[in-house]
């Protein structure tokens, strides 16, 4: 990386004078972010991170003195060929021959693994990590927290897998339930098999809907906790049907999830872990962990004081399990079947407290394991409607940005004549999707407009897209062949050293996103890195340039393609190459 090699320069000149091992100073040197105002230095070194390992306990005003005095004792060098004081920090400029020639070179000859194989990464252990997303029920809608589920946990993948650690993505359904009694009845009643073929989903729902109307006669009431006690007591006939059910709708998920560009390892449901759930009863009553209300309901009390001001409840009077129950029979299994070294659980946050009691039971069961759970959780998404209305199935979604996206591309000036207009189409409306949904912290909730992410210019997904046909066009034109031997040392000008500073943060953004799971570091940098690109191919033309000139520019201009096609790929995002 070569971000890296800069860092180390500077941290090998700093231990000297500072008396303190390079390792220690590496993460306390930072790239410093573009500025519009033009001219900054390339990295500092915060003062504060440094005196914190240092036995002298300065206070803040000592800072900017402490900097000046640090600055004076430090010299150029072949590396450095700046040394300044800021408010609380040392700045280094970096020899602008050697930023272009190191940054270049590093990112043509990494590819795909630029800025992944920083040093920064060097102390994370690989991990396997245990991934559960999307999970949508069976015969319900696949409502629009389910979109996010699925597009933030097939991030927080992606990015996992990057860094090479081992991932395993699961979708745990919601099959099971007393819901499928009700749905077993209705599909005798309503049911056709020739449109559960064809449409599962659609089908599924619409035969809920009508037996739930009917639902409110006693006769269809018993009908339905009949069906489900077969079920529950393998009913040839009933478990078949119930099969069929899952079987045709994970089918037609596996169809609609390869529109997204994701990917399961594992399909579960609630319904594998039915016997396992009454095995965790037992463990719970074995250790004395499961006490009983005066109703017969079974309850794990999670007071600290044992007053029962905390508890969680875990079994129905008859004995049956809760969803808390079979969550537990899971996460148990999962550990002895994956061994993971965390399990992360991609929800919204209105079940934060489900699983702060799901790792608490865990905690004591005797699982110390639990505490390497993880619950990520993201807000909710207002006012997402399609033309048809409320949104039900996730290909309303997708077939709505499709649709929309292609009467923008048809009524813009721009298009060019493409190959598969409607691929492309939902490419760039996904990136659109994805980039306003990460636009902000996963928490929070956001008003959806379908106007402001299809627009074109601003921070959107289109303009990522845009910008990468863009740059993948200048390539096609002035022959992409393997660039060798160049002479990049003549990218002087501000608006490309603005490009290559930016290039050299991005193992900053990556470790960043890496720690808190958030995707909006890794959206902002490409949104930066598409403004500035965009603005040095108005600047430093290819065209009619000098040839070595045009040769370091186009250069420049396939790092700057080689990472936003990266980043956006981390983020679930298929670049496309023309639009």
């Given amino acids: 990386m070569a971000a890296c090699s800069f860092r180390r320069s500077i941290a090998s000149q700093l231990s000297k004078v500072l008396d303190l091992p390079p390792e220690n100073l590496i993460k306390s040197i930072s790239a410093v972010p573009v500025s519009k105002k033009r001219h900054v230095a390339d990295f500092q070194l915060s003062i504060a991170s440094v005196t914190e390992d240092s036995s002298s306990n300065c206070l803040a005003q000592d800072l900017p003195l402490q900097a ?322 409320e949104v039900i199935f996730l290909e309303d979604v997708l077939n709505e940005v499709r649709s929309r996206m292609l009467q923008n591309m048809a009524s813009a000036k721009t298009t060019k004549e493409i190959e598969d207009p409607m691929e492309t189409a939902e490419k760039v409306g996904l990136a659109a999707l994805i980039i306003q949904d990460f636009r902000g912290l996963l928490s929070s909730d956001y008003q959806f407009s379908w106007d402001r992410a299809l627009q074109s210019r601003g921070d959107t997904g289109v303009f990522l897209q845009y910008t990468h046909a863009r740059l993948h066009s200048l390539e096609q034109m002035h022959g992409n062949d393997q660039l060798t031997d160049i002479n990049v040392a003549c990218l002087q000008e501000p608006d490309a050293i603005s490009v290559l500073q930016h290039l050299l943060r991005y193992d900053e953004v990556l470790y960043r996103s890496s720690q808190d799971l958030q995707p909006k570091h890794i959206v902002s940098y490409l949104l930066t890195l598409s403004h500035l690109a965009a603005v040095a191919h108005k600047t430093l033309p290819v065209k009619g340039s000098a040839p070595e000139l045009a040769q370091a520019r186009l250069c420049l201009f396939q790092a700057a393609r080689s990472v936003l096609a990266n980043g956006m790929k981390l983020l679930g995002i298929t670049p496309v190459t023309q639009m």
């Fill in 68 to 389: 000046e005095k640090l600055a004076e004792r430090l010299k150029c060098d072949a590396v450095v060929s700046e040394i300044s004081a800021g408010p609380g920090t040392v700045n280094f400029t970096i020899n602008r021959e050697l930023l272009a020639k190191t940054v270049l070179q590093q990112v043509l000859k990494d590819g795909s693994e630029y800025g992944v194989k920083s040093e920064l990464f060097s102390t994370v252990p690989r991990e396997k990590a245990v991934i559960e997303f999307s999970s949508p029920n069976i015969a319900k809608k696949f409502h629009i927290g389910h979109l996010r589920s699925t597009i933030i946990g097939n991030f927080i993948a992606n990015l996992k897998v990057a860094l090479g650690h081992e991932v395993t993505r699961i979708n745990y359904l919601g099959d099971w339930g007393m819901q499928f009694g009700l749905l077993g009845v209705g599909f005798q009643r309503f049911g056709n098999k020739e449109k559960l073929k064809s449409s599962p989903l659609q089908h599924l729902f619409e035969v809920y809907v009508q037996i739930n109307k009917a639902a409110e006669d006693e006769n269809t009431k018993e009908l339905a906790k009949d069906f489900f006690r077969k079920l529950e007591e393998h009913d040839e006939q009933t478990l078949s049907l119930w099969k069929q059910f899952r079987d045709l709708s994970i089918e037609e998920y596996i169809r609609i999830y390869k529109r997204l560009g994701v990917h399961f390892d594992e399909y579960s449901g609630e319904s594998f872990y039915q016997e396992k759930s009454q095995e965790v009863l037992k463990m719970l009553e074995d250790k004395g962990l499961l006490q009983k209300t005066t109703k017969g309901t079974g309850i794990v009390d999670l007071s600290e004081k044992k007053d029962l001001s905390s508890l969680s409840t875990v079994m129905r009077s008859d004995g049956t399990s809760l969803y808390i129950t079979r969550d537990l029979a899971a996460a148990i299994d999962r550990m002895n079947k994956h061994s993971w070294d965390t399990m992360i659980y991609v929800t919204d946050k209105s079940q934060s407290n489900h699983f702060q009691h799901l790792f608490q039971i865990l905690k004591l069961m005797g699982y110390d394991w639990a505490e390497r759970c993880q619950h990520v959780s993201f807000g909710l998404i207002q006012g997402m409607k399609t033309r048809r209305g």
